[in-house]
């Protein structure tokens, strides 16, 4: 089992994230314009002042609560979950989680994915305003 701060382990997240990230408009996107897509759709659709003012500013949270309306292809049901982790720390099929570390997995599925979503999309959107393009 991967260890979640491997580079391994992330790029398998991204590569997840990248795939869950299904709006007809990204289809022939870069990453980092996905990435870019999805921040802004939910800044749109999620980030108001009650919302904010009910997570106390924390941005991962107000996402957390935004992905938990599907706005993403994101897998959403317990043994999807499941099968979603093990990929994502490349188990074998006969590798098993402890029932101890599936109710953690499902527990903070959300906040989990949040937190990586955000990531990338702060870093997509570092990355874009540091490169040049030419029109």
């Known amino acids: 089992m991967l260890r979640t701060n491997t580079s391994k382990f992330k790029s398998n997240m991204r590569k997840y994230l990248l795939e869950i990230i299904d709006y007809e408009e990204c289809e022939n996107l870069e990453p980092i314009e996905k990435f870019n897509y999805t921040y802004e759709r939910f800044k749109s659709e999620a ?3 009650y919302n904010i003012k009910r997570f ?5 949270l ?3 609560d935004w992905l938990q309306g599907l706005p993403l292809g ?3 049901l317990n043994y999807k979950i499941l099968e979603v982790a093990k990929k994502l720390h490349d188990m074998k099929k006969k590798e098993n989680f402890t029932i101890d570390q599936e109710e953690m997995i ?3 599925w959300w906040t989990f994915i949040a937190n990586h979503l955000m990531r990338e999309c702060k870093e997509a959107k570092y990355l874009s305003t540091s490169i040049n393009y030419e029109k």
Not at 56 to 60: E, L, S, T
């Open 106 to 108: 499902i527990d903070q």
């Open 47 to 49: 980030v108001y002042d």
């Open 56 to 60: 106390k500013g924390n941005y991962n």
């Open 74 to 76: 994101i897998d959403y």
């Open 62 to 64: 107000i996402m957390a």
